[in-house]
C-alpha cells in the first residue's frame, strides 16, 4: 500500500545552522508534496510544497528538493531560528481514487541559542 | 487567505454522549473536505474524505456508523462522535481543499471523553 518514510524523527540543531529532512514515497503515480509544521496543541500549517514538474522550489530560508526517480524529497531549513521548532510533516498526495494526502511519521526539531 | 475554522477548540464529555465537531472554510469554497485524528507525538491519521452534497468516504478501520460526517456546503463539514468512549479522547483535526492539490487544516479540536 501507500507509504511515506521520513527522517529523522528528531532533530536538534543550534541557531543558525541548517536542518535537513528527508522523505521517501512508495506510489510512484504522486505528483504532490506539501511540507506542514505543527506546533504544539495547532493545526498544522502548509509552509512550502513542490509538484513534480519541478525539482527544486524555495522561499526565503526554506527549500524542498524532489528525485522523481528516486522516489524522495527534502525539506531544507537555512539559518535556523527558536521559532523554527515544531514538529514538521511530509506528505505525498494518493493518486487513485481521490486525492489524499498520505503522510510520513513527523520530524521534532529543537533550534537551541 | 486559506483558513479554516474548527469549533470547538477543546471538549470534554461523558461516556454515550455524542460530540459534534465544526470545520468551516472561511474566505475560499472547498469542493472536498478532510477529517484526521491525531493521538499524541503521533502523525495524522486520515479518517474520512467528504465531498460536498455526497456521502463520505472513510479509511479503512474507521466505523462510518460512529463518526458521522455531513458536508452541507461548499463551505461547512461536521463530524460526529456518536456515543463516545474514552478511547475516542483525540486531537481531531480537518482540512479543506480550494479544488487544486493544497489543503489548509483548522486549529484541531481536543476531545477528552470522561
Known amino acids: 500500500g501507500e507509504n511515506v518514510e521520513q527522517h529523522p524523527s528528531t532533530l536538534s540543531v543550534q541557531e543558525g545552522d541548517s536542518a535537513v529532512i528527508k522523505c521517501t514515497y512508495s506510489?510512484?503515480?504522486?505528483?504532490?508534496f506539501p511540507w506542514y509544521k505543527q506546533e504544539l496543541g495547532k493545526g498544522p500549517q502548509l509552509i512550502i510544497d513542490i509538484r513534480s514538474n519541478v525539482g527544486e522550489k524555495k522561499d526565503q530560508r526554506i527549500a524542498v528538493t524532489l528525485n522523481k526517480t528516486a522516489k524522495h524529497f527534502s525539506l531544507h531549513i537555512t539559518e535556523t531560528q527558536p521559532e523554527d521548532s515544531a514538529v514538521y510533516f511530509c506528505a505525498a498526495e494518493y493518486q487513485r481514487g481521490y486525492n489524499k494526502l498520505i503522510f510520513g511519521a513527523g520530524t521534532r526539531l529543537a533550534v537551541h541559542p | 487567505g486559506a483558513v479554516v475554522s474548527q469549533h470547538p477548540s477543546r471538549v470534554i464529555c461523558k461516556s454515550g454522549t455524542s460530540v459534534k465537531i465544526e470545520c468551516r472554510s472561511l474566505?475560499?469554497?472547498?469542493?472536498?473536505m478532510f477529517w484526521y485524528r491525531q493521538f499524541p507525538k503521533q502523525s495524522l491519521m486520515l479518517m474520512a474524505t467528504?465531498?460536498?452534497?455526497?456521502?463520505?468516504?472513510?479509511e479503512q478501520g474507521v466505523e462510518k456508523d460512529k463518526f458521522l460526517i455531513n458536508h452541507a456546503s461548499l463551505t461547512l463539514s461536521t463530524l460526529t462522535v456518536t456515543s463516545a468512549h474514552p478511547e475516542d479522547s483525540s486531537f481531531y483535526i480537518c482540512?479543506?481543499?480550494?479544488?487544486?492539490?493544497?489543503?489548509?487544516f483548522g486549529p484541531g479540536t481536543r476531545l477528552t471523553v470522561l
Open positions: 467528504s465531498n460536498e452534497g455526497s456521502k463520505a468516504t472513510y
Open positions: 482540512s479543506a481543499t480550494p479544488g487544486r492539490n493544497e489543503q489548509f
Open positions: 474566505d475560499f469554497q472547498a469542493t472536498t
Open positions: 506510489d510512484s503515480a504522486s505528483n504532490y
